[in-house]
């Protein structure tokens, strides 16, 4: 039967487990987290759909204030479908550079509620075959410059081969469900500012942090 791993009935304990796993798969990889990251999904992912997201992303998708994420998994498992392609809608609040106002418990979206609707989206050789540009991050940060690619596969069946690439932006080839989603992505969320430049500092990010030293 197939699984959704945290989709219902998640709690501190497995958080807890989850996490040393993901401490253990690191330790023995000895290289950074997309390594790991393969690692437990060949593990524990290979008879289940495997959900990745960021701690900055909520994922939205079609009949998602009614529907749970089983709904989902239940029609694109009927359907032989291997990969759900999404993208980051990057949230923010305004203005922008006193960054939003948060307190635990809080709905991200109320905090920060505004995003631009600019886009440009082209198809690409590899999975999941669609490339999404602009934004808030690109009208503010990136304009004249290289930009970042929004496209991402946060779902995906871990028992047919699947496999991420550049984080989650790409996958080796599946295919691709007709459902697609939207990643609300909360970076901007609090002082980030001050976060930012601690990531730029640490410089662990791709690209040594280019986008960080941006922001």
Request: glycine share 8%.
């Amino acid at each position: 039967e197939d699984q959704a791993e945290g989709a219902d009935g998640y709690d501190e304990q497995a958080r807890r487990d989850l996490l040393r796993v993901y401490e253990i798969a690191l330790s023995r990889s000895g290289t950074p987290s997309e390594d790991a990251r393969q690692r437990l999904i060949e593990r524990f992912g290979r008879r289940s759909w495997c959900l990745y997201l960021d701690v900055d992303e909520q994922m939205v998708f079609p009949g998602s204030d009614g529907l749970t994420l089983r709904h989902l998994i239940r029609y694109l498992s009927e359907r032989g479908h291997e990969a759900v392609r999404g993208f980051m809608l990057d949230m923010y609040a305004d203005p922008l550079h006193e960054g939003a106002s948060y307190e635990a418990g809080m709905e991200p979206a109320k905090a920060c509620p505004w995003f631009d609707n600019r886009f440009r989206v082209w198809g690409q050789l590899s999975a999941p075959y669609v490339r999404v540009e602009g934004g808030m991050r690109n009208r503010v940060f990136m304009s004249g410059t290289s930009r970042p690619s929004l496209g991402k596969v946060p779902l995906f069946r871990g028992d047919r081969e699947v496999k991420l690439l550049a984080s989650s932006h790409k996958v080796t080839p599946a295919v691709v469900s007709d459902v697609t989603c939207v990643l609300l992505h909360f970076k901007f969320l609090g002082p980030y500012v001050e976060r930012f430049s601690e990531e730029a500092m640490r410089g662990e990010h791709s690209d040594q942090a280019r986008l960080y030293i941006k922001y």
